[in-house]
């Protein structure tokens, strides 16, 4: 076999294409997020209207929105391992680090597809002003790494519990609300034609810590 | 039972003393008083917090379960004492600037502790398996860790601040009459020790509470 | 205490410097009592762990796969004369057990060749391919594993054991819904690799525990009542 480095790049890899693969032949996961988040976006515009002026609210619900998808998408991947018995395979195949980088990923990506139907739609729905796309996107980026790295941790630990679903917001909440927070702020200082550099350093900031120190704690997650 | 004595003694002259002896702060008036509970109800809060992460990550490095007593009743006393400061300092408000609730930078903090703290021991609820609850619990405890500084300093940073900063700060100079420091910091004490006391209570019962069940299992077979 | 394991068996010989040591090896789920303390040293060729149900013999396999962290007592795995930690072990070691569970929308063919890729096999569709052939499922291979027979999935368990070849085989109720065919490839395997591989069977059934040379006997007392 080869060296360690290469061998957990391989199996991150493999997980990472498992993944997509299982959730492109079922689907479920994808249909139901998508659902959710175009629900709750016609909710928010239906009620609320069209916003072009109010870069401050429009930044807050944009970030809401993607924040309840989220909590609504990512704590899947976990649970289906532990409903289909499948993490004795899994523990069997790669380190608990390269399960967890390589859901991780699968994590981004699934959020990338979310935001790429969501995002336009509700600039468009909102009548928001054309954002500065530069800075828009990189909060989007910086902000769905922080959500993601922190949603597949807690995704793990949950799908170890009895009652997974309604916990997995609790137990993710005081974990979001930075971002929450640094994604709401940069976006309304984008939309203000301000500076987005420290919200989006504390996004990059953040984001890094969780993933550092949940890189560190994996180890420990399914040691039974 | 002489230190719980003389617990209970110092606690009762502190409170007394801070409604008879202390003087109002010109601000604040009649309101200087809660200085002394919601304060170090709010110290409390951070100390256990840190405590229990602390023994979390002991856990995970040794796997001995008395750690975990001691993060588990750490979490549950501080969760009580989170709940007072929020209480009081909402009171507070009230009295000072008229409502109840304003999502300042240290009413956001306090209420971001809260949630810690409730996720935290929410996740203890849904494990029945003392090990398992032990380390998922431990993991937790060391990422909600990370997040604790940007909720305290960070955020706060980002929103605007009702705070009366210059006079009730107590990391800094606290230009103030020297009784009100006095009573301050024998109040910090006195609560100090408080959880302190009922910490060792509820380690004490959860050790127990483990012991209890395993000689019922050994009994059983 | 374990007991009566009979006599090693003049064939067996150390395979690749491999041995797995165990001292006062036992475990707990809480307070129950899973697994008494197990002592024993395996080296090569084929030994049987045997006992009544809820003995402990899952969980002694889970334990040497390095899935399960045990409550007291150590074990020592040694490959090419180098120790294997509990995270390194499931790259030298083969593991089919019933709980192993596979992805249903996946076929047999791509689960394997999903484990070959992980665990950084050169080529992973070929040695998933020769792991189908080699257990005789090279017909259904393509099939989503939602198709399978439980004797068709006992195959695929034991050919997701055999990826790579590795130094040791744990293998849990191995024979368990196959067929006489079934039965007679599982054999032939095992005698194959036996020279060079440390086979430790967990079972109930004589015709698994009679190919070993070796018997570590699970007593099962004060462990609950056997099934």
Known sequence: MRDDASSSAAAIWAILRKECRSEWRTRYGISAALLFSVTTLTSVSFAVGRLGDRGDILAALLWIVLLFASLAALSHSFVREVEGHTLTLLRMVASPTSIALGKLLFNLLFLGVLELVTVPLFLVLMGAPPPHWGAFLALLGLGSAALAASSTLVGALIAQTRSRGSLFAAVSLPLLLPVLAAAVAGTRAQWSDGSIAAPARMLAAYALAVLAMSLLLYDHLWEE | MILRATLFLWV?????????????VPVLGPTTRVLYFHIPSAWITVLALGWSMVHSALYLRTRDLAHDDHAAASAELGLLFCIAATITGSLWARAMWGSYWNWDPRETSIFFLMLIYGAYLALRGSLDDPVRRARLAAIYSCVAFVAVPFLMFVVPRIYFSLHPDPIINARGKVDMDPRIRWMFLSMLLAFTALFFWMLSLRVRLGRFERKREARAVAHAN | ????????????????????????????????????????????????????????????????????????????MVVDGRERGAAQRRTVVGLATPELSFYEEMSAFENLEFAAEARGLEAPAAAAREALERIGLAGRAMDRMSALSSGMRQRVRLAFASLGAPPILLLDEPGSHLDDEGRATLERWIALVAPSTLVVLATNDEREWRLAGRRIQLRGRDLGHPA
Do not use: D
Request: hydrophobic share 45%; aromatic share 4%.
């Open chain 3, 1 to 76: 205490m374990s007991a009566g394991h009979a006599p090693l068996a003049a064939v067996e010989r150390s395979a690749r410097g491999v041995s797995i040591e165990a001292k006062g090896l036992a475990h707990r789920y809480g307070t129950r009592l899973a697994l008494e303390p197990q002592t024993f040293e395996l080296s090569g060729g084929i030994a049987a762990v045997t006992g009544p149900n809820g003995s402990g013999k899952s969980t002694l396999l889970r334990i040497l796969a390095g899935l399960l962290r045990p409550s007291e007592g150590q074990v020592r």
């Open chain 2, 12 to 24: 009762a002259a502190t409170m007394v003393a801070a409604f008879v002896w202390a003087p109002e």
